[in-house]
């Protein structure tokens, strides 16, 4: 089946660093999502991405649809305490009426 | 907005009991899912729903079975608990953008579940 490959897989990272993950496949995907986790709650949407190439933000987050449809990125500007949690990439094939998702970046951030 | 509501939030079951994990959610979405996330790990799939009446299987299935009589409710039911079945479990729901793509799905704060 379809697989999404999350990296790395934790980052432990000083406050104010900016941050990179990504999301590869093997498969090609026509919609891309990034979701937050926070601890005891379940996964909020954080960017969701239609087009390929296509570059959003959401604050200090920018996420980008990789041009040939099998990968994306998330990067988080000048971190703060409240980013922590795991990040999880989501990946959905157009018609398959379900989401594939990462394994998750778990991020911890050091005052 | 209360969204998507699970019950129970903490569940303890013995080895071959039977339970009921509720889903509910009050946005009028069509598709609804149900994941489970062991420790340190990703979601997986077990069951979800594109309609009321209307239910298939996902990654892993064995040992759960779901219903969807209406549009609001997805519960998964547990048959035979087993340790393997210990983890934290999320529904979700969306409301497809169009014809072939489920649109963002909304979780719930999830259930979690030990075996013992």
């Known amino acids: 089946g379809q697989q999404l490959n999350q990296s790395p897989q934790s980052m432990f990272i000083q406050e104010g660093e900016d941050v990179s993950m990504n999301c590869t496949s093997s498969?090609?995907?026509?919609?891309w999502l990034w979701y937050k986790q926070e601890p005891g709650e379940g996964p909020v949407l954080l960017i969701a991405?239609?087009?390929?190439?296509e570059l959003t933000s959401n604050g200090r987050l920018t996420a980008q649809f990789g041009i040939t449809r099998k990968d994306s990125f998330l990067n988080i500007s000048a971190s703060i305490p409240s980013d922590v949690g795991i990040y999880f990439c989501?990946?959905?094939?157009?018609?398959?009426?379900?989401?594939?998702f990462g394994q998750g970046t778990r991020l911890t951030i050091n005052p | 907005n209360a969204g998507v509501t699970q019950t129970p939030k903490f569940r303890i079951l013995k080895i071959g009991q039977s339970m009921t994990l509720q889903c509910t959610q009050d946005?009028?979405?069509?598709?609804m899912y149900w994941y489970r996330q062991d420790p340190g790990m990703g979601l997986k799939l077990i069951y979800y729903?594109?309609?009321?009446?209307?239910?298939d299987k996902g990654e892993v299935p064995n040992g759960y079975n779901v219903s969807r009589s209406t549009t609001e409710d997805f519960p998964l039911r547990l048959e035979l608990a087993a340790p393997s079945q210990t983890s934290v479990y999320f529904c979700?729901?969306?409301?497809?953008?169009?014809?072939?793509?489920?649109?963002?799905?909304?979780f719930g704060e999830g259930s979690r579940l030990t075996v013992l």
């Open positions: 979700a729901s969306s409301s497809p953008r169009d014809r072939g793509y489920t649109g963002e799905l909304f």
């Open positions: 991405l239609y087009k390929a190439g």
């Open positions: 989501a990946g959905q094939v157009r018609g398959a009426q379900k989401l594939v």
């Open positions: 729903s594109v309609g009321a009446g209307i239910t």
């Open positions: 498969s090609i995907f026509n919609t």
């Open positions: 946005m009028n979405h069509n598709y």
